[in-house]
C-alpha cells in the first residue's frame, strides 16, 4: 500500500466516522454529547502519561472504574438514548453497579498477572544452585523462608476483596504479615537473600505492602529501604537489576523517595559491575529499560543528572585502566564493547512496500533477510572473542523504530513479540535466532504525525537521534554501529550521530531498498567532506555488508571467521522461507541469484585467508537431461545442467526439416506399436479369465510424451505440429568475426563490486552493451514450449554452420568460451563465465550451446 491509498483509506475511515456521529446526533443529541465528552476525556488521559492520574496503579484503576461507570449510566439514563431503562429503574442501578465493579475486578487481575510474570529475557547466574546446596548443608531452608512469604502473601492479597477494603476491615491481621515478610529478608543471610529476591514475585510484593497512616505502618517504605540501601552492598548484579525493575513496574511517581532509592542503587554500582547492570536491564524482553528509567520515570532533574554524571565519570575509569593495561583491562578485552542500533522495517525484516513502514518489495511482508541475524551477532563479537559461543548473551542489541510509543506498551508489544519469536528460531549450529533479547527506543506521536501529514523524514531522523543522543548517555563507555536502510529517515539519523559523537561511532551499514539518489539527507560531497563515508558501507545483501565489515574497515569489526558464519547463517536464512513467503518463482530465483553473487564474493576472500567457504544455493531444474527444447536456431536437446550459475547445455538439431519430421514420425510409429501390444497382452488375460473385462488404453500422448517433446503443446498430428514451428528457427546465422562480438570482459577486483564506496558515489555507471540481433551476434532463447521459457542469451556461432546442409545429419554450432548474458530485470549487465573448456579444438566442432534457465 502506498503512500495515496493509505491516505484515502484514513480520510474514508474520518469521513465515514463524521457521518455517523452526525447521523447520531440527529437522532440522539443528548446521548451524543455524553459520548464525545467521555471520548476526549478518554483521549486526554492516555495522551498525558506524565499527569497526575498516572503516578499510582491505583490511580488508574479509579479512573477505568468510574469511566465505565459514567459511559453506563448514560447509556441507561438518557431519555434519548437506545438503551433508556428509565429514571428509577432498579435493572439500571444493578446493571451500572455490576459493570463498576468487574472494570474494578479485571483491572486488578490484569495488573497482578503483569507483575507477578517473571523477566523472560535475564537469566540467572550459575552460582544461584551452587549457592542453595551450600545454605542446605549449612541447615538453612530457604525453601521455609520462600513458604513464609508464599503465605503471608496470600494473606494479605485477597483475590475478591480490594486491598483498601481489606486493609481497613482486617489492620491488625495485615500488618502481622506484612511484618512477617519484612522479617524474612532482615535475617536472611546474604546468599539467601540475594536467592529470595530472585525467587519471589517482588514487584508484587513491593505493590501489596502498604504503608499505611500511623508512623509504625510504613512498611512499604521500610522494606524498600532496607534492600535499597541498608542491604545494597550485599545483593548481586542480578538481584540490583531485580530490584529496579520491581520499582519501576510498581510505579517510581507512586513514592516520593523511589527515585533516591534508584539514584542509591545506582551510585552503589561501579565499572564494568554498572555495565553489567545497564546491559542486563534492557535485556528484559519489554519497555521497563534503563532509558525508560532514567528519562521518564524519573522526574526529578537533579537525579537524573548525578546519575548521568556518575555514568560518566565510571566510563572514563574503565578507559583509564584500558590505557594503563591494568589487570581489568586483560579481562575487558576479552568483550567487544561495542552497541549494534538498528532499524526493524526494511532492515531486520521487509516491510513489502507497505506505507508508512518501508518501500522494499524485493520481498514479501514480515520476510527476515537472510545473514542480517547473523551480521548482528558477529558484530556484538567482535575480533576479540574466539569463540561464538563463549561470550554472554546478554543484550547489545538495540532497535530503533520509528513507531511512536502510545499509552504504557501497546505498540512495544508487538516489537517485543516478533523478537521473542526470532529468539525461538532454529537454524544452523544453533544460529537461527537472535543470540540475545533486543531491547526498543520507539518513536513518538508527534514525528510519526508530521510525517504523515506532510511526507517528510527529517522528523523521524530528529526523533531517532534524540533517542541515540539520551543511548549514548547512558552508555559512554561503549562504540556504537549503526545498521539501518535508505528507505526513510536513517541515513539522516546516521549523519546526525556522527556529526554529534564522531568517536562513539564505529560504522553505519546502509541497507540499500531503493536508488541512493532518493535517500533522504544523502549528499556524497558533504559525506566525504567530514570523513563520514570511510565508515559507512551501502549493501543489498548482509554477507556484503559483513565482508566490508572485515576487510574494509580499521581496525576491523568482525572476524573473518565470521564472515563465513554469516553465509552460512545467510542460505539457512533463505531456506526457511516458507514457499506462501514468495509472490512468484521468479521473484525466489532473482533473490537466490543476488544472494549467490554475494557469497561468490565472499568466497573468493574467504579463499585468500584460508577459511571455509560456503556453497552457494543449488537452483531447481526446469528440464532434465534428454528433453527437447526449442530455441531460435531449431530444436536442441538437454545435455548437462549446472545448479549453481543455473546453465544448461544444450545440443542442436540442424538438420532439414523433412529430415525431423521423418524420424519424428519413426519414433511416433514405434510408439504406437508399443502400445498397440500392450492392449494384445491385456486382451489375451481376459480371454484366459472371462470374469474380467477387457481394459483398451486409450492413446493419451501424456503416458509416453514428456511436455518438451510435444513442440507445440497441441493435439495435432505430429507432421503438422512439425510443419507449423515458425521458419525463423532454422534461418541459417549470418558469419562473424572471431572474438569481435563478444562484450569486453569486465575487471573483477576483491569481489566488492557490488559495496558501494567512496568513490562509487563520483563515477556513474557504464552502460552494458545489450545483446543486438546482428551480422556478428545470434540470439538465442528458450521459447514457450508447453509452459517453459528462458531470458535472452546472446552467443557467438561461426560462419562454417550451415544448418540447411543435407549431406550431414547433424550441424554442429559452436559456443565461445564466454557469452553475454542479459538480465532480464535490466539491473545489472554481467559477463557469465562458460562451465566448459573451450568447445572447438583442433578444428573440429561442437553442437553444444550454453542457455540461461531462467523462466
Known amino acids: 500500500m502506498d503512500r495515496v491509498a493509505a491516505m484515502l483509506l484514513l480520510l474514508g475511515v474520518m469521513v465515514t466516522t463524521l457521518l455517523f456521529m452526525l447521523a447520531l446526533f440527529s437522532v440522539s443529541p443528548v446521548f451524543c454529547s455524553c459520548l464525545v465528552i467521555l471520548l476526549l476525556i478518554l483521549v486526554h488521559f492516555l495522551a498525558n502519561e506524565a499527569s497526575g492520574f498516572h503516578h499510582a496503579q491505583e490511580f488508574e484503576n479509579r479512573f477505568w472504574t468510574v469511566f465505565f461507570v459514567l459511559l453506563t449510566m448514560a447509556g441507561i439514563y438518557v431519555k434519548d438514548s437506545p438503551f433508556y431503562l428509565g429514571d428509577r ?65 496470600a494473606n494479605i492479597d485477597q483475590l475478591l476483596v480490594p486491598s483498601t477494603i481489606n486493609n481497613f476491615i482486617n489492620t491488625k491481621f495485615i500488618l502481622k504479615n506484612e511484618r512477617e515478610i519484612i522479617s524474612v529478608f532482615e535475617d536472611a543471610q546474604p546468599k539467601m537473600l540475594n536467592y529470595l529476591i530472585s525467587h519471589v514475585k517482588l514487584a508484587l510484593v513491593f505493590y501489596k505492602i502498604k504503608d499505611h497512616r500511623h508512623y509504625r505502618g510504613q512498611h512499604r517504605t521500610q522494606l524498600i529501604e532496607l534492600l535499597a540501601v541498608d542491604r545494597v552492598s550485599v545483593l548481586t548484579i542480578f538481584s540490583r537489576v531485580l530490584l529496579l525493575r520491581a520499582l519501576q513496574m510498581m510505579k517510581i511517581t507512586s513514592i516520593p523517595q523511589a527515585e533516591h532509592w534508584v539514584r542509591n542503587i545506582i551510585l552503589s554500582t561501579h565499572q564494568d559491575d554498572l555495565s553489567s547492570l545497564k546491559t542486563m536491564s534492557d535485556s528484559e524482553g519489554d519497555y521497563f529499560c534503563m532509558n525508560k528509567l532514567i528519562f521518564d520515570d524519573i522526574r526529578s532533574e537533579t537525579v537524573r543528572q548525578d546519575i548521568l554524571i556518575h555514568f560518566k565519570n565510571e566510563a572514563a575509569v574503565q578507559q583509564a585502566h584500558m590505557d594503563m593495561g591494568t589487570r581489568k583491562a586483560k579481562a575487558r578485552m576479552l568483550k567487544g564493547w561495542r552497541k549494534i542500533l538498528s532499524d526493524v522495517d526494511d532492515t531486520l525484516t521487509s516491510s513489502g512496500g507497505s506505507y508508512p513502514a518501508g518501500v522494499d518489495k524485493r520481498y514479501n511482508k514480515k520476510v527476515v533477510y537472510p545473514g542480517v541475524i547473523g551480521l548482528y551477532r558477529e558484530l556484538d563479537l567482535g575480533t576479540r572473542c574466539q569463540d561464538s559461543d563463549s561470550f554472554s548473551n546478554t543484550g547489545n542489541l538495540v532497535f530503533l523504530s520509528a513507531r511512536p510509543h502510545l499509552y504504557k506498551d501497546i505498540s512495544e508489544k508487538h516489537n517485543f513479540a516478533k523478537f521473542q519469536r526470532l529468539r525461538e528460531r532454529e537454524g544452523v549450529n544453533g544460529r537461527g535466532g537472535l543470540h540475545t533479547t533486543p531491547s526498543l527506543l520507539a518513536g513518538d506521536l508527534t514525528s510519526g504525525r508530521e510525517f504523515m501529514m506532510t511526507n517528510d523524514f527529517e522528523p523521524l531522523a530528529r526523533k531517532k537521534f534524540d533517542n541515540f543522543k539520551r543511548f549514548v548517555s547512558i552508555y559512554p563507555e561503549y562504540k556504537h554501529v549503526f545498521v539501518c536502510d535508505n528507505g526513510q529517515g536513517d541515513v539522516r539519523a546516521g549523519e546526525l550521530m556522527h556529526d554529534a559523537f564522531p568517536r562513539n561511532l564505529d560504522g553505519i551499514f546502509v541497507h540499500v531498498v531503493q536508488d541512493i539518489q532518493k535517500t533522504h539527507g544523502f549528499d556524497s560531497e558533504r559525506w566525504r567532506r567530514k570523513g563520514l563515508l570511510n565508515k559507512t558501507c551501502f549493501f543489498t545483501m548482509y554477507p556484503d555488508a559483513a565482508l566490508y565489515a572485515a576487510t574494509q574497515i580499521s581496525p576491523p569489526l568482525i572476524q573473518i571467521r565470521g564472515v563465513s558464519r554469516v553465509c552460512q547463517d545467510a542460505v539457512a536464512d533463505f531456506e526457511m522461507i516458507l514457499p506462501t513467503q514468495w509472490s512468484s518463482e521468479s521473484q525466489k530465483r532473482d533473490r537466490r541469484h543476488e544472494l549467490n553473487q554475494s557469497l561468490w564474493r565472499c568466497n573468493n576472500v574467504l579463499e585468500s585467508y584460508q577459511e571455509e567457504t560456503v556453497q552457494p544455493i543449488d537452483n531447481p531444474r526446469q528440464w532434465e537431461d534428454g528433453e527437447k527444447v526449442r530455441t531460435s536456431y531449431g530444436i536442441g536437446i538437454i545435455k548437462a545442467f549446472d545448479p549453481v550459475w543455473d546453465l544448461y547445455s544444450v545440443e542442436l538439431d540442424l538438420r532439414p526439416l523433412d529430415k525431423q519430421v521423418e524420424e519424428y514420425e519413426l519414433q511416433e510409429s514405434a510408439k504406437k506399436e508399443a502400445v498397440d501390444s500392450r492392449v494384445l497382452s491385456l486382451g489375451s488375460k481376459a480371454d484366459r479369465n472371462q470374469t474380467l473385462q477387457t481394459v483398451v488404453e486409450e492413446d493419451d500422448e501424456s503416458n509416453y510424451l ?143 550451446i550454453f542457455i540461461l534457465g531462467r523462466r
Open 89 to 153: 429503574s432498579k435493572l439500571g442501578i444493578l446493571l451500572w453497579f455490576t459493570v463498576g465493579c468487574a472494570v474494578h475486578m479485571i483491572d486488578r487481575m490484569k495488573h497482578r498477572k503483569e507483575m507477578s510474570r517473571q523477566v523472560a529475557g535475564l537469566v540467572r547466574g550459575k552460582s544461584a544452585a551452587q549457592s542453595l546446596v551450600k545454605l542446605s548443608n549449612m541447615g538453612v531452608s530457604v525453601e521455609d523462608q520462600l513458604e513464609r512469604i508464599s503465605l503471608a502473601m
Open 706 to 848: 514428456s511436455p518438451a517433446t510435444s513442440f507445440d503443446a497441441s493435439k495435432k498430428s505430429s507432421k503438422q505440429s512439425l510443419i507449423g514451428i515458425d521458419q525463423n528457427c532454422i534461418s541459417p546465422p549470418a558469419p562473424i568475426d572471431e572474438e569481435s562480438s563478444l562484450p569486453p570482459t569486465p575487471h573483477r577486483d576483491s569481489g566488492h563490486e557490488f559495496i558501494f564506496d567512496a568513490d562509487a558515489f563520483d563515477r556513474k555507471p557504464a552502460n552494458s552493451p545489450a545483446p543486438i540481433l546482428d551480422k556478428t551476434v545470434g540470439v538465442s532463447t528458450v521459447e514457450e514450449v508447453n509452459g517453459k521459457s528462458t531470458s535472452t542469451v546472446a552467443f557467438s556461432i561461426p560462419s562454417s554452420v550451415t544448418p540447411n546442409d543435407s549431406t550431414s545429419s547433424k550441424t554442429n554450432a559452436l559456443c565461445r568460451g564466454k557469452f553475454f548474458c542479459k538480465d532480464p530485470r535490466q539491473r545489472h549487465n554481467k559477463i557469465y563465465p562458460s562451465l566448459s573448456s573451450e568447445v572447438a579444438k583442433g578444428g573440429q566442432k561442437s553442437n553444444q
